[in-house]
């Protein structure tokens, strides 16, 4: 009896799917949970698994063919009716055999350059001795001569040592103190070609600093990339966001506000517990778990940031659900951390990692890249001061976090200024100014300010 497979429910609102690639084939048998094929959707990229045991009958969905929800994808019976399409396939088996018979045809002229071992004296000429009789290469025994003036140009090249000799004299020769060494090796530069300055040609100091600042550094190569001068089609995770990417820019007023924050105080305690962090979790300590904290925080204290806009009415949620940005091969994907507001810094490393690798890997559930109410992007990660992110429609705010770097700040201390190195980094909060204004933008990036410069995170790292 045959089980027909239909494309499920893959998420809210979520009403088609197109198939990306098929995983089996007709006869092919396959066991329950396992994958059938790949589907991609306007939420997420995934796996579609067998319900059931049994073997490929038909496949009924073509790929890059775009379905609705509940449309039979493919058919699994017990094998019966796939049973033919083997035996339609053995005639296909039987040219291949005749592809070893061919092939010692093919090898037959092959046999010829035995006779190369004979020319081995000159090989170029092998070739071309080839089609003559072996015979032929005997009495041309004159190329052992002939060897002989190949030799000389080979001993030639001898003189063109003598400006590496000169180096050498210089360096290598001579006796070269270990400092010297060292330094040379530090600096990259070859001692063989450092003319020395001191008694006798003996390399000094002097001579490696300045043969290492007179060295002109090579240009690092550029990776030409293989797709220029191509086209090629947009995927369909490529097409929905652009698509939402338009709509959310002319659906809505979007404007950024940036403010810059002194977390030196956050930068010392990462430093001071980043190691006890690994061993006890088994996950990195970035600053990404302290702005996504701070950040949830500062959104239960102003939740219009945290709000979206329903026809002409404003709703307020009852969680924080922070979307993390990810960028994947793919495009870029925004999972979601719920209940934000609930966790520690050691709560908010561990499922930013957990997600951020599904998502790369393409195994998160359509549910977790939904429910959003509040987007963090790490524009530093890729190097970044700052951006002006786009917002996620319906949400209405982005918050963008830039690069930690170090500056010079002048800093008051009991009235008295001084110049100090501080780590800073920029946060960039797009918003939709029809229900957030700018003093609601500012009063949120001045509560997040706050708690990332007083560093008071202790109590939070959940260790």
């Given at each position: 009896?045959?089980?027909?497979?239909?494309?499920?429910?893959?998420?809210?609102?979520?009403?088609?799917?197109?198939?990306?690639?098929?995983?089996?084939?007709?006869?092919?048998?396959?066991?329950?949970?396992?994958?059938?094929?790949?589907?991609?959707?306007?939420?997420?990229?995934?796996?579609?698994?067998?319900?059931?045991?049994?073997?490929?009958?038909?496949?009924?969905?073509?790929?890059?063919?775009?379905?609705?929800?509940?449309?039979?994808?493919?058919?699994?019976?017990?094998?019966?009716?796939?049973?033919?399409?083997?035996?339609?396939?053995?005639?296909?088996?039987?040219?291949?055999?005749?592809?070893?018979?061919?092939?010692?045809?093919?090898?037959?002229?092959?046999?010829?350059?035995?006779?190369?071992?004979?020319?081995?004296?000159?090989?170029?000429?092998?070739?071309?001795?080839?089609?003559?009789?072996?015979?032929?290469?005997?009495?041309?025994?004159?190329?052992?001569?002939?060897?002989?003036?190949?030799?000389?140009?080979?001993?030639?090249?001898?003189?063109?040592?003598?400006?590496?000799?000169?180096?050498?004299?210089?360096?290598?020769?001579?006796?070269?103190?270990?400092?010297?060494?060292?330094?040379?090796?530090?600096a990259g530069v070859d001692l063989?070609?450092?003319?020395?300055?001191?008694?006798?040609?003996?390399?000094?100091?002097?001579?490696?600093?300045?043969?290492?600042?007179?060295?002109?550094?090579?240009?690092?190569?550029?990776?030409?990339?293989?797709?220029?001068?191509?086209?090629?089609?947009?995927?369909?995770?490529?097409?929905?966001?652009?698509?939402?990417?338009?709509?959310?820019?002319?659906?809505?007023?979007?404007?950024?506000?940036?403010?810059?924050?002194?977390?030196?105080?956050?930068?010392?305690?990462?430093?001071?517990?980043?190691?006890?962090?690994?061993?006890?979790?088994?996950?990195?300590?970035?600053?990404?778990?302290?702005?996504?904290?701070?950040?949830?925080?500062?959104?239960?204290?102003?939740?219009?940031?945290?709000?979206?806009?329903?026809?002409?009415s404003i709703v307020y949620p009852?969680?924080?659900?922070?979307?993390?940005?990810?960028?994947?091969?793919?495009?870029?994907?925004?999972?979601?951390?719920?209940?934000?507001?609930?966790?520690?810094?050691?709560?908010?490393?561990?499922?930013?990692?957990?997600?951020?690798?599904?998502?790369?890997?393409?195994?998160?559930?359509?549910?977790?890249?939904?429910?959003?109410?509040?987007?963090?992007?790490?524009?530093?990660?890729?190097?970044?001061?700052?951006?002006?992110?786009?917002?996620?429609?319906?949400?209405?705010?982005?918050?963008?976090?830039?690069?930690?770097?170090?500056?010079?700040?002048?800093?008051?201390?009991?009235?008295?200024?001084?110049?100090?190195?501080?780590?800073?980094?920029?946060?960039?909060?797009?918003?939709?100014?029809?229900?957030?204004?700018?003093?609601?933008?500012?009063?949120?990036?001045?509560?997040?300010?706050?708690?990332?410069?007083?560093?008071?995170?202790?109590?939070?790292?959940?260790?």
């Amino acid at each position: 009896m045959s089980e027909s497979v239909s494309l499920p429910a893959l998420g809210e609102s979520v009403t088609e799917g197109t198939v990306t690639r098929w995983l089996k084939n007709v006869g092919d048998r396959v066991e329950v949970d396992e994958p059938l094929l790949e589907v991609s959707t306007d939420k997420v990229d995934t796996e579609i698994p067998s319900p059931v045991a049994g073997v490929i009958e038909a496949i009924l969905v073509q790929e890059d063919e775009t379905v609705e929800v509940g449309t039979v994808l493919v058919t699994i019976g017990d094998g019966s009716a796939a049973a033919p399409a083997p035996v339609a396939e053995a005639p296909a088996a039987a040219p291949v055999a005749e592809a070893p018979v061919a092939a010692p045809v093919a090898e037959a002229p092959a046999a010829a350059p035995i006779a190369a071992p004979v020319a081995a004296p000159a090989p170029v000429a092998a070739p071309v001795a080839a089609p003559a009789p072996a015979a032929a290469p005997a009495p041309v025994a004159a190329p052992a001569p002939v060897a002989a003036p190949v030799a000389a140009p080979v001993a030639a090249p001898a003189p063109a040592a003598a400006p590496t000799s000169r180096g050498s004299h210089a360096g290598t020769s001579g006796y070269v103190t270990p400092i010297v060494r060292k330094l040379a090796n530090e600096a990259g530069v070859d001692l063989s070609t450092v003319v020395g300055t001191g008694v006798g040609g003996r390399i000094r100091k002097e001579d490696i600093v300045s043969a290492s600042s007179s060295s002109t550094v090579a240009a690092p190569a550029v990776t030409v990339s293989a797709l220029r001068g191509t086209t090629v089609p947009m995927s369909r995770l490529r097409k929905v966001v652009a698509e939402r990417a338009v709509i959310s820019m002319n659906t809505s007023a979007q404007l950024t506000t940036v403010v810059e924050v002194d977390v030196t105080r956050v930068a010392i305690l990462r430093d001071k517990v980043k190691g006890e962090f690994v061993a006890k979790t088994g996950n990195k300590l970035s600053f990404l778990p302290f702005f996504a904290l701070a950040a949830a925080e500062a959104l239960q204290a102003h939740p219009i940031i945290n709000a979206t806009i329903d026809g002409e009415s404003i709703v307020y949620p009852a969680q924080e659900n922070i979307s993390i940005a990810v960028e994947t091969e793919r495009g870029l994907l925004t999972p979601v951390v719920r209940d934000a507001a609930g966790l520690d810094i050691t709560g908010f490393a561990a499922q930013i990692a957990d997600l951020a690798e599904r998502t790369r890997e393409n195994k998160l559930k359509p549910d977790e890249l939904s429910g959003g109410t509040f987007t963090l992007t790490n524009t530093g990660s890729r190097g970044a001061l700052f951006d002006t992110p786009v917002v996620f429609l319906p949400q209405s705010a982005i918050l963008g976090t830039g690069i930690v770097y170090k500056k010079p700040v002048v800093i008051t201390t009991d009235g008295l200024d001084s110049i100090a190195i501080r780590s800073c980094v920029y946060l960039a909060l797009s918003y939709d100014h029809r229900i957030v204004d700018g003093a609601d933008a500012a009063g949120f990036l001045s509560t997040m300010k706050r708690r990332l410069e007083a560093g008071a995170f202790e109590g939070n790292l959940g260790l």
